[in-house]
């Protein structure tokens, strides 16, 4: 075998996608290396174990009147999409609480863009307007200027990079019409 095919290190087979720096007090760093080894496992293995244990526990919406709470891991199918649009508007939706002071900032540029949402043109003015429903949001317009939103929210982007569409429309034919922004 040739040294490219040799593998570096040990540990498992899986292949990680994602590195985490972890700062451990030394005590608790002792006793996690103790872990691991009554479970025959690295330390990183024993921490991702326990991450993922954890999971099962820390609850997203707690217990209400006899009905129990719902566990991160419980609804993970729900919140997780490997697009990053698709991951943030599943967390925005379901539990906005969570949102950092960023994502709300992101969260707030996505409302207030109708060019992303369905929605008709109303009132005298024949305004365009939309509701903030999952159903009414255009997803596959918000990945295509995910990367706009973004730095727009961390203030690295202008405004004016961001998507715009008709606010008003002459009233021809039926004004109630449920459409598509321009």
Excluded: C
């Amino acid at each position: 075998m040739t040294a490219e095919g040799k593998r570096k290190g040990g540990g498992g087979k899986l292949t990680r996608s994602e590195t985490v720096t972890v700062r451990l007090d030394p005590k608790l760093r002792y006793f996690a290396e103790l872990a691991a080894r009554k479970q025959r496992r690295t330390v990183s293995s024993f921490i991702e174990w326990a991450i993922e244990d954890a999971l099962n526990r820390v609850l997203l919406r707690e217990d209400v009147d006899g009905v129990p709470g719902t566990s991160i891991a419980s609804t993970a199918h729900n919140l997780w999409d490997v697009d990053e649009a698709d991951r943030f508007v599943k967390l925005a939706f379901d539990y906005p609480d969570l949102l950092t002071h960023d994502e709300q900032v992101l969260w707030k540029f996505v409302r207030e863009n109708g060019y992303l949402w369905r929605g008709k043109f109303r009132g005298a003015e024949n305004k365009w307007s939309w509701e903030i429903v999952e159903y009414s949001l255009i997803i596959q317009r918000l990945r295509e200027h995910w990367s706009n939103f973004v730095a727009v929210a961390k203030g690295e982007g202008e405004k004016s990079t961001l998507p715009t569409w008709r606010e008003t429309e002459e009233v021809v034919g039926d004004p109630s019409r449920v459409g598509i922004p321009f």
